[in-house]
């Protein structure tokens, strides 16, 4: 059975310690993680390991280099004790056309609007997405994002370590399934507290993050 969730963009590790967690996932893995970019104005920055194909994992975390941001940083890592997979992003073929077609089946995935950061070379990139104004609070369900003309990060010659699995756990699952069903993706389901778990085949074997 195929565990890995149909159009799958990207997987979001959130961290309180950008530096110490990618240090972690150098070591578990022996693959060490790009530096994505900054998120300015936002209070963060990311490093990036491509997943195979057009995915890739999104590590992120406070930026000290920043002045501390206006409101809460993204993915709430403000309120994080530890790094967790936080969401998930799809891209569909057209963004539009799914943000109205999950409207119509009873989940709004949230307002379309415009993010960009800077990478390390002065690179600007710009995409769109969901903004999850009222996001499932499980982060079980995904955003959804449009690269538009952008080059997508998993093409920008990123490290590589293979997604090979990808499940999650919810108290209802069956209040989930057709949440992600109005989205046109499913994931792997489980009964059990929230979570989202992935694997990744790695120089040092299959590593498991949570």
């Keep these: 059975m195929n565990t890995i969730p149909s159009r799958l963009d990207h ?5 309180p310690d950008l530096a110490a967690t990618v240090a972690e996932f150098t070591r578990r893995t022996g693959v060490t993680p790009a530096p994505g970019g900054v998120h300015v104005g936002l209070g963060t920055r990311n490093h990036l390991v491509g997943l195979g194909g057009r995915a890739y994992l999104e590590i992120i975390g406070p930026d000290p280099e920043q002045p ?5 940083r993204p993915f ?3 309120g994080l004790d530890r790094p967790r997979t936080i969401t998930w992003a799809i891209s569909p073929p057209d963004l539009d056309r799914a943000v109205a077609a999950a409207r119509a089946s009873g989940y709004d995935p949230g307002d379309v ?3 960009s950061r800077r ?4 690179t600007v990139l710009e995409w769109r997405l969901t903004d999850g ?3 499932h609070p499980s982060g079980l369900v995904p955003f959804l994002i449009d690269w538009g003309s952008t080059v997508h990060p998993s093409a920008s010659g990123l490290p590589v370590t293979p997604l090979s699995e990808m499940s999650a756990t919810a108290p209802d699952p069956d209040e989930i399934r057709p949440l992600l069903a109005a989205l046109g993706t499913s994931l792997t389901l489980a009964e059990g507290p929230v979570g989202i778990s992935f694997r990744v085949d790695t120089p040092n074997g299959p590593v498991t993050f949570t």
């Design 133 to 135: 104004g009222a996001p």
């Design 113 to 115: 609007r415009e993010m």
């Design 11 to 15: 997987l979001v590790l959130a961290t």
């Design 76 to 78: 709430c890592v403000d």
């Design 68 to 72: 501390a941001p206006a409101g809460p």
């Design 119 to 122: 990478r390390p070379d002065g």
